[in-house]
């Protein structure tokens, strides 16, 4: 494996021995359903005290044919080309407390290195934690709560209440390996997983950003503003239900999934208060909640 500490590379007028923190955002984007860590991203940035440390060499861990960046044409030339970015921001919360957001697209590439690029990242300013916010599209309606599970690095950490209860296989991201490896390597590391309403995964769900936020300040201790992130959830949830009013397949779809989410639910409470069903059983609760998990494409 090539050198990891090589990937990361410092702005100059950093003074990294000023650098300390004890908890290590991450919310490197694996097609970000609901757009919940562009939104995430941009909110801390724009309202909180921020400074860049650095970046990694997104040459190395981008595969540029995938990701396709932007670029503008204008009659006869090219402008306004807008290279992918992979940064690391030191971030003051409403309290004074400073934390890191590691922030981007997912890397493609060399995904063994980035993890030994983020360990190296933890070991050299004190991180004690670290914590992955994203979404994830699932079969559930814009009319219920919006659920955040949680995850960690290893088995039995999770409360039931948290967790997901089911064992399934899913295709691999970068920040399950990060979770995983971190795990394997004695490190804390938490994931907080907003259900965003897979109807709606393939634009911007600001509902999703909010009940992330609210759960990241709560795990973390961090004093993080809501801004005006709860008047454009409010707005968009307007718009949605104009357009499901409009729609009698619509309607007939969000029916469904309200008695399937509230199905769900009546059965995961029971299954916390009597004895842990079989695996068998597990699957067959919620079986219908999780068909269309990789589903994110909008209706």
């Known amino acids: 494996m090539l050198d990891p500490v090589s990937l990361f590379e410092f702005d100059p007028h950093i003074d990294q021995r000023t650098v300390r923190a004890h908890t290590l955002v991450v919310t490197l984007g694996s097609r970000d359903p609901g757009h919940v860590q562009q939104i995430l991203d941009a909110h801390l940035l724009n309202t909180l005290t921020n400074h ?3 970046g990694v060499d997104v040459d190395q861990v981008v595969d540029y044919g995938s990701l396709r960046p932007m670029i503008a044409f204008e009659r006869d030339h090219f402008h306004g080309y807008r290279p992918p970015a992979i940064d690391l921001h030191r971030v003051t919360d409403e309290s004074g407390r400073e934390f890191l957001l590691f922030h981007g697209p997912e890397p493609t590439l060399q995904w063994e290195r980035m993890v030994g690029t983020v360990e190296h990242l933890i070991d050299q300013f004190d991180v004690t934690e670290t ?3 994203q979404g994830v ?3 559930s309606p814009h009319t219920r709560p919006m659920h955040v599970s949680r995850y960690a690095g290893g088995p039995g950490i999770v409360p039931a209440e948290d967790s997901v209860p089911a064992v399934f296989e899913m295709s691999s991201t970068f920040t399950s390996l990060l979770a995983l490896r971190l795990g394997e390597r004695g490190h804390d590391v938490t994931g907080l997983v907003a259900h965003v309403p897979h109807y709606l995964a393939g634009g911007e769900v600001p509902e999703a950003a909010v009940r992330l936020m609210e759960r990241l300040a709560g795990h973390t201790d961090l004093a993080l503003p809501s801004g005006e992130l709860p008047m454009l959830a409010d707005d968009f949830r307007t718009r949605v239900d104009a ?3 409009e729609s009698p ?5 969000i029916t469904q999934l309200e008695e399937q989410y509230d199905r769900f639910m009546r059965q995961r409470v029971l299954t916390e208060t009597t ?3 079989t695996a068998d059983e597990i699957g067959a609760q919620v079986e219908d909640f999780l068909r269309g998990l990789d589903d ?4």
């Not at 397949?249 to 779809?253: D, G, T």
């Not at 994110?296 to 209706?299: I, V």
Request: charged share 20%; net charge negative.
């Open 275 to 277: 004895e842990v069903p």
């Open 296 to 299: 994110d494409t909008p209706a």
């Open 52 to 54: 860049r440390l650095g």
């Open 131 to 133: 914590v992955i916010v």
């Open 249 to 253: 397949e619509a309607q007939q779809m």
């Open 137 to 139: 599209p699932t079969p």
């Open 243 to 245: 357009e499901v009013a």
